[in-house]
Nanobody
Framework: QLQASGGGLVQAGGSLRLSCTAS????????MGWFRQAAGKEREFVAA????????LYADSVKGRFTISRDNAKNTVYLQMNSLKPEDTALYYC???????????????WGQGTQVTVSS
């Protein structure tokens, strides 16, 4: 299972930190990723990290503003989101998979999503 949390309402320019804790069958996956889906839009990749080694990958739209990190002892991945913009408003999902890819089809376990709303 993947349990995501940390979403909320924030003003533009503000920050939020999302968390995703893995347990059960998801625990052995090599990569944790974050995706988001805004109302009326397709799901898009945000960031990913390898549990071992910590290699990261970011979407161009969040590079320099968002930071993904992990705490292996807690089986938890974080997404620190700074300088938030109204266009970051979306339902954010965490997912695990074997490969570090931007395509959601490469992830086989998904969390329930946490809503992030950025007001202008």
């Amino acid at each position: 299972q993947l349990q995501a949390s940390g979403g909320g309402l924030v003003q533009a320019g503000g920050s939020l930190r999302l968390s995703c804790t893995a347990s059960g069958r998801t625990f052995g996956s090599a990569v944790m990723g974050w995706f988001r889906q805004a109302a009326g839009k397709e799901r898009e990749f945000v960031a990913a990290i390898r549990w071992s080694g910590g290699r990261t990958l970011y979407a161009d739209s969040v590079k320099g503003r968002f930071t993904i990190s992990r705490d292996n002892a807690k089986n938890t991945v974080y997404l620190q989101m700074n300088s938030l913009k109204p266009e970051d408003t979306a339902l954010y999902y965490c997912a695990t998979g074997p490969l570090m890819v931007r395509d959601g089809s490469g992830y086989n376990y998904w969390g329930q999503g946490t809503q992030v709303t950025v007001s202008s």
